[in-house]
């Protein structure tokens, strides 16, 4: 073998993700995103907290990992499953990040469901693409990605990007998403921010 061992050395492994429910099985790491914890995220606030007040605290979103070294080198993957629901007319979604390290791009594989990957970069572009079952969408480097719900079933994915990409959160904290996606009229709508929610 060429080269100098600059990351862990592991043993080969394997895992199994049932393909009919969309689940990663034996998952380590298990992150569970409810509506609370999107508070300031969907852009009419007053009607997430009626959902709170309505159904309790639902799950927005779940994250099951099997993790792998945080190094150059590794490739990090996971499942998402973002359920169906809506806060207002908005759909459903993820809070969205920026790679710390921001050349590391993504790769996420539909699974169930559908919805969108909202993009943007820091300099004010903006783009969004399909996820559906058998659907890959790429997330290049420099752009923070969103996943929204649009479906009537969990929206699940399979992700995969390097080991070290780290996550920035901070940066949509501050500058928001430029565009949402809604229910309006009976049609999905993916339109400008109009200011409120990140
Ligand atoms: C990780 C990857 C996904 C998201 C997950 C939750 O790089 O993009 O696993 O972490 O979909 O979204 P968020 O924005 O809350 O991390
Ligand atoms: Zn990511």
């Given at each position: 073998m060429k080269g100098r061992k600059t990351t862990t050395f592991l043993q080969p492994f394997s895992?199994?993700?049932?393909?009919?429910?969309?689940?990663?099985?034996?998952?380590?790491?298990h992150l569970v995103r409810k509506a609370s914890d999107m508070r300031g995220y969907y852009a009419d606030e007053a009607a997430l907290e009626r959902?709170?007040?309505?159904?309790?605290?639902?799950v927005h979103y779940e994250v099951f990992e099997t993790p792998?070294?945080?190094?150059?080198?590794?490739?990090?993957?996971?499942?998402?499953?973002?359920?169906?629901?809506?806060?207002?007319?908005?759909?459903?979604?993820?809070?969205g990040h920026y790679h710390e390290h921001t050349e590391a791009a993504e790769i996420y594989l539909g699974l169930r469901g559908e919805g969108y990957v909202l993009m943007?970069?820091?300099?004010?572009?903006?783009?969004f693409e399909r996820m559906a079952r058998g659907r890959m969408v790429y997330v290049p480097p420099y752009w923070a990605h969103?996943?929204?719900?649009?479906?009537?079933?969990?929206?699940?994915?399979?992700?995969?990007?390097?080991?070290?990409?780290?996550?920035?959160?901070?940066?949509?904290?501050?500058?928001?998403?430029?565009?949402?996606?809604?229910l309006r009229g009976g049609n999905l709508e993916i339109v400008p921010s109009t200011g409120k929610g990140r």
């Amino acid at each position: 073998m060429k080269g100098r061992k600059t990351t862990t050395f592991l043993q080969p492994f394997s895992v199994s993700i049932d393909l009919e429910k969309a689940e990663m099985l034996q998952a380590k790491r298990h992150l569970v995103r409810k509506a609370s914890d999107m508070r300031g995220y969907y852009a009419d606030e007053a009607a997430l907290e009626r959902l709170m007040a309505e159904q309790g605290d639902p799950v927005h979103y779940e994250v099951f990992e099997t993790p792998v070294p945080e190094e150059h080198g590794h490739l990090m993957y996971c499942t998402s499953s973002v359920q169906p629901g809506r806060v207002g007319d908005e759909y459903f979604m993820t809070k969205g990040h920026y790679h710390e390290h921001t050349e590391a791009a993504e790769i996420y594989l539909g699974l169930r469901g559908e919805g969108y990957v909202l993009m943007k970069t820091a300099d004010g572009q903006t783009a969004f693409e399909r996820m559906a079952r058998g659907r890959m969408v790429y997330v290049p480097p420099y752009w923070a990605h969103r996943s929204v719900n649009t479906g009537s079933e969990p929206m699940v994915f399979f992700c995969v990007y390097p080991a070290d990409a780290g996550h920035n959160y901070g940066d949509i904290a501050q500058e928001g998403f430029p565009m949402r996606a809604f229910l309006r009229g009976g049609n999905l709508e993916i339109v400008p921010s109009t200011g409120k929610g990140r």
